[in-house]
């Protein structure tokens, strides 16, 4: 039974964040969805996970499914400074900024919240929250456009 646990986090990895991915090459992002990116903690190189649109003015909400276990988050920890990438189409674009990990926010909270703001938030937050583990919410302060 213990490989039924990581069906989930496999399936999303080797399945649908490709996919998400190739969609945004395509200049075709899923509606929703925000494509993060962060520095390998060990390469240097940069690292691209599709997320939830978690835009908000100035201000960028994450909830990691996994916690500090996420490689996305442990990437955060070594360099903070980040990009997301929003809007759709010919709209999107990248935003830099610097993230942080917030211990005492409630991520279940965060991810109602979003939800509530629009029909394809609700849907992405509902698909993500499927899988939490342990989620943490960060919080990315996005640079002035």
Known sequence: MSWLAGMPRALQQRLINPIVRRAWNWKLP??????LETT?????????TPVCDGLDGDIFWLV???G???????????????RVKVGGGPRARWRAGTARMLEDDDPRERQRMFGRSSFV?????????????????????????
């Open 30 to 35: 899923i509606p929703g969805d925000a494509l």
């Open 40 to 48: 390998g903690r060990r390469t240097g190189r940069p690292r691209y």
């Open 64 to 66: 990691s499914q996994r």
């Open 68 to 82: 500090r276990r996420a490689d996305w988050v442990r990437n955060v920890e070594a360099d903070p400074r980040v």
């Open 121 to 145: 938030r609700r849907l992405c937050v509902r698909t993500s929250k499927a899988m939490n583990a342990s989620p943490l919410t960060v919080r990315i302060d996005l640079d002035s456009p």
